[in-house]
């Protein structure tokens, strides 16, 4: 008896022709169920439904786990993996002299936290318009599971022990710092992880996300708030969220309860559906409250916790860049000639 095949479904494309195999890179060597995959991945679907060209992205990074991410999506893209806790300088380098450029940092809590401490803080307040994806999860893991910065106050570890110290939280700094884009996520809620992605990558300015991404070796324990187990029982949403492209119209259905919309630099927008009726991620003062509310209440809040939508000056501003990127303008123009040099000196005397 003859039998008909099905002929096979075209793949899947985006708004480029492009399919989302073209969005990964190479085979992950993390650990089985690290939560920083789950980031890679979302990365990948992000980049592929946004249609972003993969050789318009630089990715950087510093050293750590997390730090080995960039390596796994967009394997077509620029990349350059820095010394540890220096990749916000190197960011900023490469975005000033190419200005056309998507930059994505990845980092964690110790690249960020501990000694790219001061670099998180310098890039934070000259707004490098950048998406800064921190993967946190409390532990160096890559040099077998000592304390980080963001680690809890009496967290056990069975190599450390006991932590003492209290815990640097990573969105509490970026907005004091003037950060205009500021959100955390759990690794386990992909579809939250990818809306906050998207409206991070319309942001005009530096947009930090704070992932926790449970270290699944050593600080998956049931009574650490960077595990797998105490994410999914303690998350606290301040609101259901959908990221809505200015190019093109989404229909969204939510359920009963009040919505916000909140309107990006660029025309683009972000639905929040408000648990919590007084919340307003508008406003900057409201968000340090609730996120120390949240430390002393041992809740794990997460979302967009803050957001400016009128936006300041980026770097590009503040040092009056032209439109046309310092990496492909001519010699000539860069270069000054030896009479204004000799003018500039004269100045200086």
């Keep these: 008896m003859a039998t008909t095949k099905t002929p096979a479904r075209p793949p899947k494309v985006n708004i480029l022709g492009l399919e989302q195999v073209e969005y990964k890179g190479a085979p992950s060597t993390l650990c089985p169920g690290c939560g920083h995959d789950s980031i890679s991945s979302r990365l990948v679907s992000v980049f592929f439904e946004m249609g972003v060209q993969p050789y318009n992205v630089a990715k950087f990074s510093g050293i750590g786990c997390s730090s080995k991410t960039p390596a796994y999506f967009l394997g077509r893209s620029h990349g350059f993996n820095s010394v540890?806790?220096?990749?916000?300088?190197?960011?900023?380098?490469?975005l000033v002299a190419n200005r056309k450029l998507i930059g994505v940092g990845v980092s964690g809590d110790g690249d960020t936290g501990s000694i790219g401490f001061g670099q998180f803080k310098h890039m934070v307040r000259r707004n490098v318009p950048m998406v800064y994806i921190v993967e946190n999860n409390g532990v160096y893991g890559l040099t077998k599971g000592q304390f980080s910065a963001t680690a809890d106050v009496g967290q056990k570890l069975k190599y450390a022990g006991l932590n003492e110290l209290p815990p640097i939280d990573i969105c509490a700094e970026a907005i004091l710092?003037?950060?205009?884009?500021?959100a955390r996520s759990f690794a386990g809620d992909p579809r939250q992880v990818e809306a906050l992605m998207k409206a991070a990558l319309s942001h005009r300015g530096l947009a930090v996300i704070d992932i926790i991404s449970p270290c699944v070796t050593f600080n998956n324990h049931e009574d650490s708030t960077k595990s797998y187990a105490y994410g999914k029982e303690h998350e606290e949403r301040l609101h259901d969220?959908?990221?809505?492209?200015?190019?093109?119209?989404?229909?969204?259905?939510?359920?009963?309860?009040?919505?916000?919309?909140?309107t990006l630099h660029d025309g683009s927008k972000i639905m929040l559906k408000k648990l919590e009726e007084d919340y307003d991620p508008t406003n900057r003062s409201q968000a340090l409250l609730r996120l120390n509310e949240a430390h002393d209440q041992q809740e794990f809040i997460t979302g967009l916790i803050y957001v400016k939508p009128e936006g300041s000056q980026t770097i590009h501003d503040l040092v009056d860049l032209g439109d046309e990127p310092l990496v492909s303008l001519p010699e000539s123009k860069l270069r000054p000639s030896r009479e204004a040099f000799n003018n500039l000196m004269q100045e200086l005397l």
Aim: aromatic share 8%; net charge negative.
């Design 241 to 262: 969220m959908t990221f809505i492209p200015s190019r093109e119209e989404i229909t969204v259905e939510y359920e009963e309860g009040e919505s916000k919309e909140v």
């Design 177 to 182: 710092g003037g950060c205009t884009f500021v």
């Design 84 to 94: 540890h806790g220096r990749m916000p300088s190197v960011a900023t380098g490469a």
